[in-house]
């Protein structure tokens, strides 16, 4: 037995499932998780002592590589300083600061400890601040593990969400509308139908939870349409997204393409903590003040803005500022996809691509889906070989077909080079 499958059984006597989290388990793919031992740049090393090309990178917060030297000597100074206090700091106000300058449409910002939290405070305030109950949330969308999120479509636009979860009450999930991301119809049904009743929408701008799902421009124009006619918070669940498509965010992306084009909030998380448990949510100023102590909001957290978590994050977001940052990290990202496209064509394996600055997707299939649906009709055994193959070759993406990939500035060429070549390898035994 290895070392993985040794820890694995291990952990399964005293972690349910024998993980943390469920996507790490292995369960849509088969096989034995691999135990990280330790990382370095864009590898880790397994529990049987195996390098991979790590091409999650705890997904999408390691943007800079694992262990880079400035973000570890911030680490260390700041936990000799202290852990925790449970009382405000200079660095908080720093990271607001900074996150504040990179994301103009926010006026101010809460720190909190994940993307779970920092969703579920946004749907909490965008509910106080209009005063309505429901929300608009897209299928294939996640936005984490809170109740009201935890939802599918129910029979159509005049019914209430279903739950996804056991121990979700159908009273919790009532006013949770979910609509097919990318279908304009609907949204506009939806607004007819609901429109004064409606909290906010809260979307992923490029759906990262769907492998790698753009909303349309013209979609995405609706919306903000839709929410400002009907006085509904536009909210951008920027939680993979943000500091990892683009120094701004997926909504800079937007911006270039849609004029004057803002989300009414946002929720943050992964890149900003650099790999720490830190996220945030953030709007506008008299929609910021509803919150507690202010306002009558109430959102806490212990560990909110923690001292060695936010000396983590700025490092990160220092480094993302550097110059020539972007322009490297996206034409690595494009090479890798574009080395992916060609493998798949030489071995005649249909297959589809996209990316946008770090982060990317891909597809087996001829054309990229724009809803969940359609993703979901992956011959879920031939990514499994796929993906079997690669990890076999020392490549680690991720161990779900639904799931987007994470390239990091410590990715070299001769990386990305060595990922398409096992790719090939792997593509001609799917085309057998
Ligand atoms: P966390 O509570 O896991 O920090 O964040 C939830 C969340 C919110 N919004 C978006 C767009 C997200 O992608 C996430 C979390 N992403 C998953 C990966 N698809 C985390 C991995 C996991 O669940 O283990």
Redesign the pocket.
């Known amino acids: 037995m290895d070392n993985n499958q040794s820890l694995f059984e291990r952990a399964q006597r005293v972690i349910p499932g024998g993980v943390n989290?469920?996507?790490?388990a292995f369960k849509a793919v088969g096989g034995t998780p691999r135990f990280v031992q330790r990382a370095q740049g864009p590898y880790f090393w397994d529990a049987n002592g195996k390098q991979y090309i790590d091409y999650i990178g705890s997904?999408g917060p390691i943007i800079l590589g694992h262990g880079h030297p400035a973000v570890v000597e911030a680490v260390q100074k700041a936990m000799l300083d202290g852990f925790s206090f449970g009382a405000p700091t200079e660095r908080e106000v720093e990271l607001a600061e900074e996150i504040l300058k990179l994301v103009p449409s926010m006026d101010m910002v809460r720190l909190v400890s994940?993307?779970?939290?920092a969703?579920m405070s946004a749907i909490r305030l965008a509910r106080g601040a209009t005063g309505r109950k429901k929300l608009i949330k897209f299928e294939g969308c996640?936005?984490?593990?809170a109740d009201a999120l935890l939802v599918k479509a129910g029979s159509g636009l005049a019914t209430n969400g279903l739950a996804t979860s056991a121990g979700v009450p159908p009273e919790v999930v009532q006013h949770t509308l979910v609509l097919e991301y990318n279908n304009i119809l609907q949204l506009e049904e939806a607004f007819a139908l609901h429109g004064p009743e409606l909290a906010c929408l809260m979307i992923?701008p490029i759906a990262?939870?769907m492998n790698f799902v753009r909303a349309s421009v013209p979609f995405m124009r609706r919306c903000r349409e839709l929410c400002t006619a009907h006085g509904a918070l536009f909210v951008f669940?920027e939680?993979?997204t943000g500091f990892r498509v683009h120094l701004g965010g997926a909504q800079a992306v937007y911006a270039q393409q849609i004029p004057g084009f803002e989300p009414d909030m946002t929720?943050m998380?992964?890149v900003i903590g650099g790999g720490m448990p830190l996220?945030a949510f953030g709007g506008k100023r008299e929609v910021m003040n509803l919150l507690a102590p202010l306002g009558a909001v109430y959102q806490a957290g212990t560990l909110s803005g923690n001292p060695v978590a936010t000396a983590c994050g700025l490092a990160t977001l220092k480094e993302i500022q550097q110059p020539g940052f972007w322009a490297g990290l996206e034409a690595k990202t494009q090479s890798l996809v574009d080395g992916l496209k060609a493998a798949a064509a030489q071995a005649d394996v249909p297959f589809s691509a996209d990316c946008q600055g770090g982060m990317f997707g891909f597809f087996l299939f001829p054309d990229l889906p724009q809803n969940y649906a359609t993703v979901m009709k992956t011959d879920s055994a031939k990514f499994n070989t796929l993906f079997h193959g690669l990890l076999d070759r020392g490549i680690y993406i991720a161990p779900a077909l639904y799931?987007a990939g994470f390239v990091s500035a410590a990715h070299t060429d001769a990386d990305i080079a060595a990922t398409v070549a096992a790719a090939a390898e792997v593509f001609q035994l799917l085309s057998k």
């Open positions: 989290s469920p996507v790490r997904w994940s993307g779970t939290e969703a996640y936005h984490g593990h992923e990262g939870n669940d939680v993979m929720v998380g992964k996220a799931e």
